[in-house]
């Protein structure tokens, strides 16, 4: 006789019981190190969702982190305190507003109440010196926190939108050593940092057109990359040959092991 619990895993289609599985036996290799990740939210049929990934809780287990999903409430102090380190997800445009600039009707999915959250989650990690690692929008909001301003839309945004192009990492930056010179990365922005932050510096460009793909603070636990890592780890998704494990590793080597910031 099946117990209730297994009656529900049984009547589970196959690949996601699979998936369940392959998930819990990541977690069980997951050190206490939590990563606050932010999220987006979609439209419900009585609420709006929040909205992420399940790419970025596998590549943060893989390498001994715990997703935290941020459901845009609650004190960001308190979050800031608690977690280890913030990973500022993708997703869809800024408000041109945060760089001065007004809409021009190619703007993609703005979300001002998710701008603002990730503005000030921003703040609070980085008064404490946690470190904060960018995926696509993420770079962006990065770059524009720190005073940095955005191509609103690409003149090259064919090389960008849903293909896959390369990137040259700069030869001293934090790049280099964890993926060489070249490497072929998922594209899937049609925006992109026109001039740099405060405190930023270029760590890898578009071998296409120079648009900037990655960059670090000089002095922060900051860093960034325009592209997708999640979708490019083995074993969990593979838009590309190249292999991003690596920069979830470094990730979560710069978080202090005894938990200070």
């Known amino acids: 006789i099946l117990k209730q619990r297994d009656t529900v895993a049984f009547l589970m289609p196959w690949r996601t019981l699979i998936d369940a599985v392959f998930m819990m036996q990541e977690v069980k290799n997951t050190a206490n190190t939590v990563i606050l990740v ?10 709006r969702q929040v909205a992420q990934s399940e790419l970025y809780a596998r590549s943060l287990a893989r390498f001994g982190g715990i997703m935290l999903l941020d459901g845009g409430f609650g004190s960001v102090e308190t979050l800031a305190d608690r977690a280890d380190a913030l990973l500022l997800s993708g997703g869809g445009d800024i408000h041109p507003s945060y760089y001065g600039r007004h ?8 979300d001002q109440r ?17 470190p904060v690692f960018g995926i696509c929008r993420g770079l962006q909001v ?9 191509f609103q839309h690409l003149a090259t945004a064919y090389v960008h939108e849903n293909t896959i192009h390369t990137v040259i990492t700069s030869e001293d930056g934090w790049l280099r050593p964890l993926l ?14 026109r001039t740099l932050g405060a405190g930023l510096h270029v760590s890898a460009v578009s071998d296409a057109d120079g648009v900037i793909e990655a960059v670090a603070h000089d002095t922060l636990p900051v860093r960034a990359v325009q592209w997708h890592p999640e979708r490019m780890v083995d074993g969990l998704c593979r838009d590309t040959d190249a292999e991003m494990g690596p920069l979830f590793a470094d990730f979560l080597a710069c978080i202090p092991q005894d938990g200070t910031g």
């Open 103 to 110: 809409m021009t009707g190619k703007d993609a999915s703005v």
């Open 38 to 47: 932010s999220s987006g939210t979609i439209s419900g049929r009585r609420s």
């Open 180 to 193: 060489g010179e070249t490497v072929p990365v998922n594209s899937y922005h049609h925006q992109a940092i």
């Open 114 to 130: 998710r701008d603002e959250r990730e503005w000030e989650l921003l703040r609070q990690f980085c008064a404490r010196k946690k």
């Open 142 to 150: 990065i770059d524009v926190f720190f005073g940095g301003t955005l």
